[in-house]
């Protein structure tokens, strides 16, 4: 049978749902108030500043001024987009998020250095896009996901940094072994 031959209880015909309705934004969302915005920018804040506590204590360039800042940043500017999506503006949102991540991969850009053939700086790089993504977590009010992303960071900064692997180097005709501490 045909779409056609069937009518919903108003009387119209059904509508399909198309590629387009499933991604367009949302059009009614909640304003989020003022103490939500509060605990989720203090919930962001910590959360980066623990991660940046093991960077600062690793003696590496961005600590914990940065990261607290990085996701409070990220948070806040989550904040905002959902607020704008509550006053019936038609905000897709994720693009905001797409944006404040393609910004904070400039940052982690600036934490990469290359001297003498050595890249230094992409732990720290890696570790503020993930502060990113906390802080965006935070502000939508993901506290569950924020903190497991924190507690996950953390294991890997601390329990794998004495981890080496063993490489081949290529560059060299002796074929000498190179230890890499990442």
């Given amino acids: 049978e045909r779409d056609s031959d069937y009518v919903e209880v108003d009387g119209s015909s059904p509508s399909t749902p198309t590629i387009v309705d499933i991604f367009e934004p949302a059009k009614i969302m909640a304003p989020i108030s003022t103490v939500d915005i509060l605990l989720r920018l203090i919930v962001a804040g910590v959360l980066s500043a623990i991660i940046g506590w093991e960077r600062e204590y690793r003696h590496r360039p961005a600590g914990i001024r940065t990261n607290a800042i990085a996701g409070m940043a990220t948070a806040l500017l989550t904040i905002i987009s959902v607020n704008i999506a509550s006053m019936g503006e038609n905000?897709?949102?994720?693009?905001?998020?797409?944006?404040?991540?393609?910004?904070?991969?400039f940052i982690g850009a600036g934490a990469i250095i290359q001297s003498r053939g050595i890249v230094k700086g992409l732990t720290t790089a890696a570790s503020i896009w993930m502060v990113a993504g906390i802080g965006m977590a935070s502000g939508l009010g993901m506290f569950n996901a924020a903190i497991i992303a924190t507690i996950l960071v953390l294991v890997i900064l601390v329990a794998l940094r004495n981890i080496q692997i063993e490489e081949e180097d290529t560059h060299h005709s002796e074929g000498k072994e190179e230890s890499f501490r990442k």
Wanted: no cysteine; glycine share 14%; aromatic share 0%.
């Fill in 91 to 105: 905000v897709d949102i994720s693009r905001i998020a797409a944006n404040i991540l393609v910004g904070i991969g």
